[in-house]
């Protein structure tokens, strides 16, 4: 077994360090999402937090780590007697994120449970975490039928596993803990709430603290057993802290004043629900316990509300989290001494909010829209001028009809377009392709029944044999590649359209996030194109670089098709199961370049060569138009739709699929 690096000697991080340990005080304070950029030593602390909690009392024998004091009555072991059990060292359990349904769930014998009517059951990670930590590293990528089970088990304390009528229950409480990098995509909000506190980490800028991570890091590889030797004594006493810290955990009290803090906080911040009222409170206790008192004091309160409420308080995923802490101090300065008064805060025992130290130094770890128009206000014809105008601020954004790729794929679950998935209504069956995991009963019965009689079948039960399973085939969505490409040249920028463009664009990237798409974002203007953002499932970062995107220049349209097509190939070698759909955005106008028209034909004509899925958001405006974007459409074998009619709302539909046109 490998020796992790000691939680002590993590440089820095403090507010990472605390919440861990907030949590390891009171684990009723539900997890921590750790979001920072990769290399922040996100991983290293959350696992090396296992070896400084307690070790647990379990029955012995038990593969679901019941509790000896209280055993679970329903657990698949039991059931047990109460009394004596063992002592183990509690669990991190890691969960990765393409790990299929039965590994954490568990798995049932099928075959057994049809034919014998024996529930064997093999437990999964739910089981291995109960009582323990469950650590999943970038959950921000977890697949959303992972994510379901996860939410089930958080809210009910309990894993539950049915088959075809066969059922089976354990109880499953854990220490949620996940690590994300925000620029690889955001979280669904559901399990989001779910996790108590939320930390910010990035890596310090301070040159001495850099040297003493190196140093330390350099010094665990070379030897790890010596390196974690010379920390014993840190990570003995911060053990010993959290043991006294729980035993005074029950008697610490939460007065009125604080609760009415604690209340107006969440109330000021607009969060949604109760859940984060109770997160706080938890989390001042905690605090006040970690601190080795027995009263919370209001800056238990503010350091709650800093740990608890970042994550949210969010309305629009691309809002910039964290919380307004001017807005936060005159809050909680109104309701200031209401209820019972907080102790000295300069007495024992003050200030919960610091971790322990370690040897090395310690710091925390943590334009306006012009005019879009040619010279004199009037709009720039195609092609003219080659000046870059300032970024235009994007218009209000709108919900987007549906665009969808047609036909049936098997890419990654998503809520886009029809797919083959593990989840959704069943549709057939075939015969099983490694092993079953979804059964279809009826199949399964009807391909075993005319071999009864052949098998010596005598008592009531069927005889089924392995090759009379079947898998049954669903179908539900999945997401798909929004790959935009956008023009940024002078004939956009006329008129202001371009407002009005990066409106509908930011509308269709939040109609992408909502849909578990991936995005990429590939520009056009002047004499070549551009990827401003590679396929990525951060669809906060494809909203900040159309954000700053300029304009201006001629409108070399063949080139940004070709830039694209380029962008799809390579993505189709890293991820050939997910389908792309290609939204164009542009007036259709091409210039630069001999021949740039019949250029952009041949590009466009690469996609429909591919069957790529593609539609073009007609951006052209006034009483004479031209109809190029129809044009381009049909070029690229998809189909044409204005800004007007890409809202939902629109008189022209209530939903328009992507179809390619009949040959």
Excluded at 261 to 290: H, K, P, S
Excluded at 342 to 352: F, K, L, M
Excluded at 576 to 595: I, K
């Amino acid at each position: 077994m490998s020796t992790p690096f000691p939680f002590t000697a993590v440089v820095g991080q403090e507010d990472l360090r605390l919440a861990l340990l907030l949590n390891a005080v009171s684990p009723a304070v539900g997890g921590v999402l750790v979001r920072g950029e990769k290399g922040t030593a996100k991983s290293t602390a959350v696992r090396a937090l296992s070896a400084l909690l307690p070790e647990v009392a379990v029955v012995p024998g038990c593969r679901f780590s019941c509790d000896p004091a209280a055993p679970d009555p329903s657990c698949p072991d039991g059931p047990h007697e109460a009394g004596n059990g063992g002592m183990r060292p509690s669990r991190m359990v890691e969960l990765p994120v393409g790990a299929s349904e039965d590994r954490l769930v568990g798995a049932l014998d099928i075959e057994r449970a049809l034919a014998e009517g024996v529930k064997a059951f093999e437990p999964g990670l739910l089981a291995d975490a109960h009582r323990g930590i469950l650590y999943v590293d970038e959950v921000n990528l977890l697949h959303d039928h992972l994510v379901d089970l996860l939410l089930d088990a958080a809210a009910m304390g309990a894993s539950y596993v049915e088959r075809e009528g066969v059922s089976v229950r354990h109880a499953s409480k854990f220490l949620l803990v996940g690590t994300m990098n925000p620029e690889e995509g955001e979280l669904r909000p559901q399990l989001l709430d779910r996790f108590g506190l939320t930390v910010e980490v990035a890596a310090s800028r301070e040159p001495d603290q850099r040297v003493e991570v190196v140093r330390r890091r350099l010094a665990y590889d070379d030897d790890p057993a010596g390196f974690a030797a010379r920390w014993a004594d840190e990570e003995s006493a911060v053990r010993q802290r959290i043991v006294a810290a729980r035993e005074l955990l029950p008697s610490v009290r939460l007065g009125d004043g604080a609760l009415r803090q604690i209340a107006a906080t969440c109330a000021a911040f607009e969060v949604d629900g109760m859940r984060a009222d109770i997160v706080m409170a938890r989390t001042a206790t905690a605090l006040a316990a970690w601190a080795g008192r027995t009263d919370v004091l209001a800056e238990d309160v503010r350091q709650a509300a800093l740990l608890a409420l970042p994550h949210r308080r969010r309305r629009n995923p691309f809002d910039a989290p964290g919380l307004d802490e001017d807005k936060l101090d005159e809050t909680l300065a109104e309701f200031s001494g209401e209820g019972d008064e907080d102790p000295d805060p300069d007495g024992p025992g003050g200030g919960g909010g610091q971790p322990p130290s370690s040897d090395g130094p310690q710091t925390d770890g943590g334009s306006g829209a012009q005019p879009e128009a040619g010279d004199g206000g009037e709009p720039q014809p195609s092609g003219a001028g080659s000046g870059e105008q300032s970024a235009a601020r994007a218009s209000e954004p709108f919900r987007t009809k549906v665009l969808s790729v047609p036909g049936l794929g098997d890419g990654a679950a998503g809520r886009r377009s029809r797919a083959r998935t593990e989840h959704g209504r069943t549709t057939g069956a075939r015969r099983p392709q490694g092993a079953l995991t979804k059964l279809h009963l009826a199949a399964t019965v009807q391909a075993a029944a005319p071999h009864q009689r052949a098998r010596g079948r005598t008592g009531r039960g069927l005889v089924v044999r392995r090759d009379d399973l079947r898998q049954a085939t669903r179908e539900g969505r999945e997401g798909n590649l929004v790959l935009f490409v956008v023009d940024a040249s002078g004939s956009m920028a006329a008129r202001q359209r371009m407002s009005a463009v990066k409106g509908a664009v930011l509308s269709l990237l939040l109609d992408a996030y909502q849909r578990r798409d991936k995005v990429g974002l590939v520009t056009f203007r002047g004499s070549a194109a551009e990827v401003a953002l590679p396929p990525t499932s951060s669809v906060d970062a494809a909203a900040a670089r159309l954000e700053t995107l300029p304009t201006g220049g001629r409108t070399p349209l063949a080139a940004g098709l070709l830039r694209a097509h380029e962008v799809l190939r390579v993505e189709r070698l890293r991820d050939p199961a997910r389908r792309a759909l290609v939204v164009v955005v542009t007036d259709g106008r091409a210039t630069g370049g001999p021949e740039p028209v019949a250029l952009a034909g041949r590009a466009a004509r690469l996609f429909a060569a591919d069957g790529v899925a593609s539609v073009v958001v007609d951006c052209e405006s006034g009483p004479v138009r031209l109809g190029l974007a129809g044009q381009l459409a049909g070029e690229l074998d998809g189909t044409a739709v204005t800004l007007d009619e890409l809202r939902a709302d629109s008189i022209a539909g209530l939903v328009k699929d992507v179809q390619r046109r009949a040959a």
